[in-house]
């Protein structure tokens, strides 16, 4: 309790020496000549905004100074008389003596008379007595200022009302920039917490000693003793007692050495920092045990109070160190180092002694060893404050000296220092913020308990409680007000400079830290003139401090209790939150679309309609995370349950479910988002935000029930659109998995390269299914055994829904395409079973009836294939109603088959008459039928190869659509004969049979790749891409015995497949008269012909140089191609990376001839054909990466290709007797030298060597 007194006697004494500022004026920096303030005994008009690029930020704050107390100004009065009667030892240097009479000769303040008065105190008394009176700031080691527009933000600020906000725009009048280190200024600070001394005198005091019996880093720990009257030295000017770097102290009593305990050691030891191994001289430290982690820190902490309780001086030794070694430095601080030196020679020396070539420390080391090592470190420091916390954080001593290390280690120039220092003193000031949460709440009871007694009677009323309870609360309060004062010196000298550091990590630190602050403790920090920082820093360049930023904010705006002290904030930088939804980080944007949603639920009005379409737009996204966030912000604001809206009924009297209304709402959003191909999007994204998606019931009233009073019905684009909302429901609910494109993670771009294109695994309407299998729930994957039990419960109920409903939906809706082939995905994602288990026989037959007449009645394609894809899963041979659903399939294939025939016959007849339109109509039909069924069932049994052969075979008598619908059905004939083949292990005479089939087939399509129908050659294209993937030479190890059929393409077909792409695929597509859709069907379709080829590169079917023709247009074309050309170089190069470089040298090769050909063989180095073949190298060069070593061989045969090229026309004038001369095609080497760069020394030499061989 004596030392609790004093250190409340020590408090009370400081409060009282503390003094006000008597007025303010300006002065101009003597740097950058900016106005600065000197004083603050008014508050300072703090109009901040937006910082920007013309300066750092100068921050002024707002000051609010308390009016001193009757008691207090009394207690002034006679510190002030006590300053002037002492007499102080002249201790002054040199230095010294000159800063204090520059200090007198320029400062005209009142205070000035004082410090003239005082020449004789000790050295750092002088320092704080003759800096208290000026008003700088230091020059930060490293600043940042984030990049910020000066026209989309400072304007609207300036004109609001509130014009001491502390988010407006600082006149630059009363901007505080750099300063020297001989001004001081005056730091601003919580209107209920004292003012405390400012944190960069301390920082950067380098004063000696004026007594070397003194430690340098103690406080002084004399104390006014009433009773026996000593007087203690008195502190100048508005100095902290225990803020000081040149702390002060008597000399320690003399303390016998404590004998070893028995047992382990109480630190462990350590690794070196740079090789990872032992140390002998870490042994036994502090950092050595936080390093091996074999000890808890609880544990380390608890060793480490017991050495400071025993022998303070080297426990604080040992303390410094510990920060100085987790920085990474060898450096050792030594005992005659910490009792002469200042903390800014301590660091001056460690930083001659640091290593910093390798640019490696502890804390950014990625290895499990380290990264152990930082959690370690910072809970050791949250550690050593909470058991800290109830004496020795107000000894005067070790939190102030650690404080002025790590402020001073924060202002350091080497980055591990900076970035250490300010992680530590940021996880201090969070354990700090803890600390004052217990003694607030400690202070509150107690005033709750003597409230109590007090109002007790006088009779029952203990007075000796009530005069412990008053000491209590007293010492609370004066506790209270010291841990405050160290929070907003940690904040003033650390986080205010650290939060715009150059280095991304310590600003990302600084944001995270003040979340916390705001959040555990928001009666101090949750304010505007916190805020501000945070809502600055939303600007910052690098994407993990915006995230940081976000994150701070969220826990703020989701607590209703907090919401009202953001208002000014959400005002100020709103427009910046909803901006950075549309980040460019996915992850950033994701936590701004989530942080503008806690936004929405507390205040609708805040924003705007636009604010809310920008937001809109992203549930189509391909970003998945991204997207439903999103769409959580379209739940809250447009599908909330009206609970008071009267139910509505249908024309049979049935009532409505409560979704109903959102549910059309819903269509409405779907249909003016114009995306009606990308429904899939919308409901994956809103699948686990809006319970309506799986209100089956609501969604099937819709559609088949009639309106009621008073409801409006549906128009046919309505109906249509909330047909395909309920297919994918329906999906989502069997199948659980995200649609094609869209990513759980990753990059994500708003233009959405993969959604528009329609992604890698489309089907096309043929049934090919390139490049995918089919869809359905049989490629689910679900990540636990409770969400598969869900999605299993979630199909269930859907099916039973819909097993009811679909006979009559197809029915109502059947005789349009777009909707029957909609709802005929239905059955592909259903529980077939509950046909049997639940008694629905007879929805089976009319299912079955009602796919039989659309089949006979459309001849869409991508109907024709979704009925087929129906038959295949009701057919599937383990289902029990498998057996009833093949017999009416087969039905219906015969039926098929004969309308086939027929239809040949007419087309094809003996009397040699042409066929007219019916014909040809009747053909046609008769075999999209025949292809949509062929892609998905066995119909070899059916003997219909040879006529749809022969009808391939005459493309010189039939149209061309009717031999593009043989090919298709020859193609799928052939995979079905090879499936047999695999599966029966047939006979050597099938194979043979298969082969001949094969080659016929190959000399087909080769012979229709030029044909003037685009259908016909499409369809050739795509058959002999996938053929030549299908019967390729691995065939030969799934089937050895039998000598399968192998097809394998030679030089001919190589080129005539380029040909084909140079003259289908790039091309200018400038048609102004055809519509966007068709334009976007083109390109999907060019895109799919290309990638078709490109596969054949990667997978070795043809050689990589094959591919060289089509890299000329790598530039022209990159709008359109450039991701599938990118991806094939490095696919190729990861095979065969010595030839996709010389590939490149080919291309560029290619390009120089047609320059040459076009320039009469006259190619001048500044025309513009060899600008841009050097651009087209510059652009592939780019495509090798960095890895000089990785690319060593590619780029020597590149460099050799190119060498060949040049001397081989040379070479051959010379094998015909003329004089060789110098070779035409020698330019082409500074097409060659665009790569040179990426050249190893000892190869340049090398191919140098080789040029001077060949060379003439």
């Not at 303390?255 to 350590?270: A, D, F, L, S």
């Not at 953001?566 to 460019?584: A, C, N, W």
């Not at 139910?647 to 819903?666: A, F, Q, Y």
């Not at 090798?1184 to 070593?1189: A, N, Q, S």
Request: aromatic share 8%; proline share 5%; charged share 25%.
């Amino acid at each position: 309790m004596a030392a609790s007194m004093d250190v409340n006697l020590q408090m009370d004494q400081y409060h009282a020496r503390h003094p006000h500022v008597a007025g303010s004026s300006l002065s101009s920096h003597p740097n950058t000549g900016h106005l600065q303030h000197e004083g603050a005994n008014s508050r300072l008009p703090s109009q901040f905004g937006i910082p920007s690029q013309a300066h750092h930020f100068g921050h002024v704050h707002d000051s609010y100074v308390n009016p001193a107390s009757s008691v207090q100004q009394m207690l002034m009065q006679q510190q002030m008389q006590h300053q002037r009667s002492v007499s102080f030892a002249p201790q002054v240097y040199d230095s010294n003596e000159r800063l204090v009479k520059s200090l007198s000769n320029h400062d005209t303040s009142p205070h000035s008379q004082v410090n003239q008065m005082h020449i004789q105190m000790p050295t750092h008394q002088q320092i704080s007595r003759s800096l208290q009176s000026n008003n700088p700031s230091v020059t930060p080691s490293a600043q940042y200022s984030p990049a910020i527009e000066h026209g989309s933000h400072h304007s609207p600020i300036l004109k609001d009302t509130y014009n001491a906000s502390n988010y407006q725009m600082q006149d630059q009048s009363h901007v505080l920039t750099h300063a020297s280190h001989l001004q001081q200024p005056v730091y601003p600070y919580h209107s209920d917490a004292s003012r405390i001394q400012n944190p960069q005198a301390t920082a950067h005091s380098t004063t000696e000693l004026s007594s070397p019996q003194y430690p340098g880093h103690h406080l002084p720990m004399q104390v006014n003793n009433s009773a026996s009257g000593d007087n203690e030295v008195p502190h100048s000017g508005n100095q902290h007692p225990h803020m000081s770097t040149a702390f002060q102290t008597p000399s320690a009593p003399y303390v016998p050495p404590v004998k070893k305990r028995r047992g382990r050691p109480p630190i462990h030891p350590t690794f070196d920092v740079a090789a990872g191994t032992l140390s002998d001289e870490d042994e036994h430290t502090l950092y050595g045990a936080i390093r091996s982690g074999r000890v808890a820190p609880q544990t380390v902490v608890d060793d480490w109070i017991e050495q400071y309780k025993t022998n303070r001086e080297p426990a604080m030794l040992e303390l410094i160190q510990f920060f100085i070694s987790c920085s990474g430095c060898k450096g050792k601080v030594t005992p005659e180092m910490y009792s002469r030196l200042s903390h800014t020679d301590i660091i001056r020396r460690m930083t001659e002694e640091f290593d910093e070539e390798s640019g490696e420390y502890p804390l950014i080391q990625s290895s499990p060893i380290w990264k152990r090592f930082r959690s370690n470190f910072v809970e050791f420091i949250q550690v050593l404050i909470r058991q800290c916390q109830y004496s020795i954080i107000y000894d005067q001593c070790m939190i102030d000296q650690v404080i002025s290390l790590l402020t001073g280690l924060t202002d350091s120039q080497v980055r591990a220092f900076r970035h250490t220092s300010t992680l530590a003193a940021m996880k201090m000031m969070t354990a700090l913020v803890d600390v004052a949460l217990n003694v607030s709440i400690n202070r509150d009871n107690t005033q709750r308990q003597y409230e109590a007694e007090r109002s007790k009677m006088q009779n029952r009323r203990a007075s000796d409680r009530l005069e412990v309870l008053m000491q209590r609360r007293q010492e609370l309060e004066e506790n209270m007000d010291e841990v405050k004062n160290m929070l907003i010196y940690i904040f003033k000298g650390i986080f205010v400079h650290r939060y715009r550091d150059s280095q991304a990590e310590i600003r990302a630190i600084c944001m995270q830290e003040i979340g916390v602050w705001m959040r555990r403790y928001p009666a101090m920090f949750l304010d505007d003139s916190y805020l501000k920082y945070v809502g600055w820093t939303l600007y910052d360049r690098i994407g993990d401090v915006r995230l940081q930023c976000l994150r701070a904010l969220q826990p703020l705006y989701e607590d209703p209790a907090l919401i009202n002290n953001l208002e000014l904030f959400t005002s100020r930088f709103k427009s910046r939150l909803v901006d950075m939804t549309l980040d460019k980080e996915t992850e950033v944007a994701v936590q701004a679309v989530k942080l503008v949603s806690c936004i929405l639920k507390h205040s609708d009005s805040v924003l705007e309609d636009k604010d809310c379409e920008n937001i809109y737009e992203l549930v189509y996204c391909t970003h998945r995370p991204l997207a439903q966030a999103a769409a959580e912000f379209l739940t809250l604001k447009l599908f909330e349950v009206d609970s008071h809206a009267p139910p509505t009924r249908t024309r049979k009297g049935k009532k409505r479910s409560e979704n109903t209304p959102l549910i059309r709402d819903l269509v409405q959003f779907f249909i003016e988002s114009e995306l009606h191909e990308h429904a899939t999007y919308l409901i994956d994204s809103l699948w686990d935000q809006c319970q309506m998606l799986r209100d089956w019931e609501a969604m099937l009233d819709l559609l088949l029930e009639e309106p009621g009073r008073g409801e409006t019905a549906m128009d046919a684009n309505e109906e249509t659109s909330l047909i395909e909302i309920m297919v994918c429901c329906v999906r989502q609910a069997a199948s659980g998995e995200s649609p094609v494109g869209r990513q759980a993670g990753g990059h994500h771009s708003h233009s959405n390269t993969n959604m528009q294109t329609g992604g890698a695994n489309a089907q096309d309407a043929s049934g090919r299914g390139r490049g995918g299998g089919p869809a359905g729930p049989g490629s689910s994957s679900v990540s636990s055994t409770r969400e598969a039990r869900a999605l299993t419960e979630e199909r269930h109920r859907m099916t039973e829904a819909m097993i009811t409903a679909l006979p009559a939906l197809l029915s109502k809706y059947g005789e349009s395409p777009e909707r029957a082939t909609n709802l005929l995905a239905i059955p592909t994602y259903m529980e077939m079973e509950l046909y049997t288990t639940g008694r629905h026989e007879r929805h089976l037959d009319l299912l079955l009836q009602g796919v039989q007449e659309i089949v006979e009645r459309h001849t869409d394609p991508h109907a024709l294939l979704a009925c087929a894809r129906v038959y295949e899963s009701l057919c599937l041979d383990e289902l029990s109603i498998a057996a009833k659903c093949q017999t009416v399939r087969g039905t219906l294939l015969d039926h098929l088959v004969d309308l086939y025939r027929d239809a040949f016959l007419n087309y094809f007849n003996d009397q040699g008459e042409e066929p007219d339109q019916d014909d040809e109509f009747h053909i046609v039909a008769a075999l999209k039928r025949i292809n949509a069924f062929y892609s998905c069932h066995d119909l070899s049994g059916l003997d219909l190869w040879d006529s749809l052969i022969r009808i391939a075979q005459s493309g010189n008598d039939a149209s061309g659509d009717v031999v593009a619908q043989a090919i298709c059905c020859c193609y799928h004939a052939l995979l079905w004969n090879l499936k047999r083949l695999q599966e029966s292990e047939m006979d050597k005479t099938e194979s043979n049979k298969l082969r001949r089939q094969l080659n016929l087939y190959m000399d087909i399509c080769i012979g229709y790749l030029d044909h003037s129908h685009k259908r016909l050659a499409s369809e050739s294209f795509f058959s002999i891409c996938d053929l030549l993937v299908v019967f390729s030479r691995n065939l030969c190890d799934h089937m050895p015995n039998l000598h399968p059929p192998i097809y394998v393409a030679d030089r001919d077909l190589e080129l005539k497949l380029t040909n084909y792409l140079e003259q289908r695929v790039f091309i200018d597509d400038d048609d102004e008269e055809e519509d966007e859709s068709a334009k976007f069907e083109s390109l999907h379709e060019r895109r799919k012909q290309l990638s078709s080829f490109f596969k054949l590169v990667v997978f070795n079917m043809i050689p990589v140089r094959a591919a060289a023709p089509l890299y000329k247009y790598y530039i022209r074309s990159f709008n359109d191609f450039g991701d599938i050309m990118k991806s094939t170089l490095a696919k190729a190069r990861e095979h065969h990376r010595v030839n996709t470089a010389r590939m490149i040298a080919h291309c560029l090769e290619l390009c120089y001839l047609q320059v040459e050909a076009a320039s009469n063989n006259h190619v001048e180095r500044g025309s513009e054909g060899i600008q841009a073949v050097k651009e087209l190298a510059r652009r592939l060069n780019l495509s090798f990466g960095l890895d000089l070593i990785k690319i060593r061989e590619s780029m020597v045969a590149l460099h050799l290709e190119g060498i060949q090229f040049c001397v081989s026309r040379a070479a051959s004038t010379a094998a015909s007797g003329h004089p060789p001369g110098v070779p035409s095609n020698l330019l082409f080497l500074e097409v060659v030298s665009e790569f040179s760069n990426k050249l190893l020394r000892p190869d340049k030499k090398n191919i140098s060597e080789h040029i001077r061989r060949v060379s003439f």
